[in-house]
């Protein structure tokens, strides 16, 4: 399906996205991230589990200044409390026509969150390492409008699928930790 779709994509109607995979320690040294359940009724995401984001405004002069920007709409997080550190792999959403730029970003302490309750239904608050663990990996049929059924990876929060761009983040991620050798099973 995502090759039917990528086939089908028109770079020239692409709209410009942002998100913020935001990472903290706890009070025991973990590596915390921060996801979003989207409202229900808010387009194409809602009812999703996401990292924090939205599209590139005029008012943006940069990619990583919507990440910051929408990161404090949606989760109160003040831009200068966050540190930006690098960005990852851009891709590409062709049923909602985005093309996502997602940057990873660092607050030295827990951030004293404030959900926007117009866009967020609830946070999640994750150690970043058990998230991406093994065991939480998953999958599960999804099925489009018009009938046809797919397999879709997953990663498992909260008896919840992580899925979709949110997921093929976190498995960058995976594979960047795997890598260095800061992620074992």
Same mark, same amino acid.
């Given at each position: 399906?995502?090759?039917? @779709?990528?086939?089908?994509? /028109?770079?020239?109607?692409?709209?410009?996205?942002?998100?913020?995979?935001?990472?903290?320690? *706890?009070?025991? /040294?973990?590596?915390?991230?921060?996801? !979003?359940?989207?409202?229900?009724?808010?387009?194409?995401?809602?009812?999703?589990?996401? @990292?924090?984001?939205?599209?590139?405004?005029?008012? *943006?002069?940069?990619? /990583?200044?919507?990440?910051?920007?929408?990161?404090?709409?949606?989760?109160?997080?003040?831009?200068?409390?966050?540190?930006?550190?690098?960005?990852? %792999?851009? @891709?590409?959403?062709?049923?909602?026509?985005?093309?996502?730029?997602?940057?990873?970003?660092?607050? !030295?302490?827990?951030?004293?969150?404030?959900?926007? *309750?117009?866009?967020?239904?609830?946070?999640?608050?994750?150690? @970043?390492?058990?998230?991406?663990?093994? %065991?939480?990996?998953?999958?599960?049929?999804?099925?489009?409008?018009?009938?046809?059924?797919?397999?879709?990876?997953?990663?498992?929060?909260?008896?919840?699928?992580?899925?979709?761009?949110?997921?093929?983040?976190? %498995?960058?991620?995976?594979?960047?930790?795997?890598?260095?050798?800061?992620?074992?099973?």
């Amino acid at each position: 399906m995502r090759r039917k @779709l990528l086939h089908e994509w /028109d770079e020239k109607k692409a709209r410009l996205s942002a998100v913020m995979l935001l990472l903290y320690p *706890d009070e025991n /040294d973990r590596i915390m991230t921060v996801l !979003t359940l989207k409202q229900n009724g808010i387009g194409i995401h809602s009812g999703q589990i996401s @990292l924090p984001g939205g599209k590139f405004e005029p008012e *943006d002069m940069t990619l /990583d200044q919507t990440a910051l920007r929408e990161t404090e709409e949606e989760i109160g997080v003040h831009p200068y409390e966050i540190t930006l550190i690098g960005q990852l %792999s851009s @891709l590409v959403i062709p049923r909602s026509g985005f093309i996502v730029y997602p940057f990873v970003g660092y607050c !030295t302490a827990r951030p004293q969150f404030k959900i926007q *309750d117009s866009e967020v239904a609830r946070l999640y608050e994750v150690d @970043l390492f058990n998230l991406l663990h093994h %065991s939480n990996k998953n999958s599960f049929l999804f099925t489009e409008e018009h009938g046809e059924t797919f397999t879709i990876p997953s990663y498992l929060l909260d008896n919840r699928h992580l899925w979709g761009a949110t997921a093929m983040i976190m %498995s960058e991620v995976e594979h960047i930790l795997r890598k260095e050798g800061l992620l074992t099973d």
